[in-house]
Nanobody, 120 residues
């Protein structure tokens, strides 16, 4: 069974930085796209950033130039470096990955989330 576990959230002042990590474990054949989502109170979950297996990246406009997504395939890990944090970045951040347990199929997996709180 595949699991995703996030870490690195916490409380930070506006302008500060945090680095989120998400480790995938279990029966993994290959990991395809990896993504970070976030959900603020009262709002819908939104895609923040994604990275393909070939390191092609995507960012939502509001984080461009401030956040960087990266991955370490040897460690089955995806990172989200968050700089110049703003109070509006406050949310629970979720890791999501498209993972193949066999050559023939893949599934979407989610972590349980890590809370990021940015104080003004």
């Amino acid at each position: 069974q595949v699991q995703l576990v996030e870490s690195g959230g916490g409380l930070v002042q506006a302008g500060g930085s945090l680095r989120l990590s998400c480790v995938a474990s279990g029966s993994i054949y290959t990991i395809n796209d990896m993504r970070w989502y976030r959900q603020a109170p009262g709002l819908q979950r939104e895609l923040v950033a994604s990275i393909t297996s070939r390191d092609s990246t995507y960012y939502i406009d509001s984080v461009k130039g401030r956040f960087t997504i990266s991955r370490d395939n040897a460690k089955n890990t995806v990172y989200l470096q968050m700089n110049s944090l703003k109070p509006e970045d406050t949310a629970v951040y979720y890791c999501n990955a498209d993972i193949s347990e066999t050559y023939y199929s893949s599934m979407d997996y989610w972590g349980r989330g890590t809370l990021v709180t940015v104080s003004s």
